[in-house]
C-alpha cells in the first residue's frame, strides 16, 4: 500500500488523462532484465505488442528505466519495486490490466490531497519517461492524446 500511495502522484496532473485499457500478461522469468538470454523484442510500441511479449517488455524496458525513477525519488517506499508497485497485488490474477483501481483516485479539480513535490516528480520524470519507453506520445496540455495519468490511475468517482 505504501508504494501504491506515492504512485498515485505518478501522472497526477491536471492535464493528464487518456485512460489507456492496457493488459501485460508476463511470460517467463518475471524482472529477469539482466539475464543473458533475453528474448529480442520487436521495435514497436507497446500496444502493437503481441500478448506473449508484452511481460517480456516490462521485464527488460519497464522495470530497468523505472526503478530508479522510483527509487531516486524515494528509496524506503520503493526499497521494493516490482510489477506489484503499479499493478498491484492482485496483479497477476487481473492479467496486468490498467489502469490499476487500487492506485490513488485522481481528481483533477482538486488535487490538494497530493504532495506538490510528488505531483512534479511525476509530471517531470515518471510520465514522460513511461510514454518514451512505451513509445507513445505524451499527454500535454498541448496534446490530450497520448499517455498520461489514467493510463495508470482511475479517476475518483468513476469519472474518465
Known amino acids: ?42 521495435d514497436v510500441p507497446f500496444d502493437q505488442l503481441p500478448d506473449n511479449m508484452k511481460g517480456k517488455f ?4 519497464v522495470i530497468p ?27 497477476k490474477a487481473r492479467h496486468f490490466q490498467m489502469p490499476n483501481g487500487d ?3 485522481l481528481d483533477f479539480n482538486d488535487m490538494s490531497k497530493f504532495d506538490k513535490k510528488d505531483v512534479e516528480w511525476m509530471e517531470t520524470e515518471v510520465k514522460p519517461t513511461m510514454a518514451k519507453i512505451l513509445q507513445m506520445q505524451e499527454m500535454t496540455k498541448e496534446n490530450m492524446k497520448g499517455f498520461g495519468c489514467l493510463g495508470c490511475h482511475t479517476m475518483a468517482g468513476g469519472g474518465q
Open 103 to 105: 492506485l490513488p483516485k
Open 58 to 61: 516490462m521485464a527488460q524496458k
Open 1 to 42: 500500500m505504501k508504494t501504491l500511495a506515492v504512485l498515485v502522484l505518478v501522472l497526477a496532473l491536471a492535464a493528464c488523462g487518456g485512460k489507456s485499457q492496457t493488459s501485460t500478461t508476463p511470460t517467463g522469468s518475471q524482472g529477469s532484465a539482466g539475464s543473458a538470454a533475453q528474448e529480442t523484442l520487436p
Open 65 to 91: 528505466a523505472m526503478k530508479p525513477i522510483f527509487q531516486n525519488h524515494d528509496a524506503a517506499k520503493f526499497a521494493k519495486f516490482d510489477c506489484e508497485t503499479c499493478h498491484g497485488k492482485d496483479a
